[in-house]
């Protein structure tokens, strides 16, 4: 079954403090890995797309990298207003399915 | 550009009453998605429609749920009779191409059934 996970649920930082963000995946076929962000109250808003194993894409202080199991969201001196829920989807070979995991509540603190 | 359009954006129901959500896409947009997020979860996906063709619904419950893209443009997703388990926000999403492509979501319609 294909499947979806982030880990962890939730993450505190303090300000600066650089963390990284997971995304595992099982699927009959990757053909896509999407990174969004959700602010309370509003729809996810695209951040990145990673289409093979090795791949890295950078916005400000944010970096997604992929191999062939997961992908890592990687934050870099985060600000309070990196304070969202972070998703990752993907879309699989098979049906081009597309299934979100649960995301990860990021806080960081001041 | 204006962005995806969702009406309304709260709806408090009854349980086994009906309710109707209303999409309207980005401009020029082929593909409109209709997704289902429960409260601590990600969201799921519904219903894809490439114009005004169904691409996918296979988790789409059918036996209460319904969406139709008429004339492949605007949207509407509805529920008859609601459970209390419906109670999630529905989002929609629209995007120029259907394959691979970047998704831009609306802020959700909040639907509580009491």
């Known amino acids: 079954e294909d499947q979806v996970t982030q880990s962890p649920e939730a993450l505190r930082l303090q300000e600066g403090e650089s963390s990284s963000l997971n995304c595992s995946y099982t699927?009959?076929?990757?053909?896509?890995l999407f990174w969004y962000r959700q602010d309370p109250g509003k729809g996810p808003e695209f951040l990145f797309t990673?289409?093979?194993a090795g791949e890295e894409k950078e916005k400000e202080r944010l970096k997604a990298t992929l191999t062939k199991k997961e992908s890592f969201l990687h934050i870099t001196a985060p600000k309070p207003e990196d304070s969202a829920t972070y998703l990752c989807a993907v879309q699989t070979s098979s049906a081009s399915k597309i299934i979100f995991g649960s995301g990860t509540r990021l806080s960081i603190r001041p | 550009e204006a962005g995806v359009a969702q009406s309304p954006r709260y709806k408090i129901i009854e349980k086994r009453q009906s309710v109707a959500f209303w999409c309207n896409p980005i401009?020029?947009?082929?593909?409109l998605y209709w997704y289902q997020q429960i409260l601590g979860q990600g969201p799921k996906l519904l219903i894809q429609f490439q114009n005004n063709g169904v691409v996918d619904d296979s988790q789409l419950p059918k036996d209460r749920f319904s969406a139709e893209r008429l004339k492949g443009v605007d949207s509407t997703l509805k529920i008859q009779p609601a459970k209390l388990e419906d109670s999630a926000v529905y989002l929609c999403a629209s995007s120029l191409l259907a394959d691979l492509d970047t998704q831009y979501f609306g802020p959700g319609t909040r639907l509580t059934v009491l």
């Open positions: 401009s020029g947009h082929a593909t």
């Open positions: 699927v009959s076929g990757l053909r896509g």
């Open positions: 990673l289409y093979s």
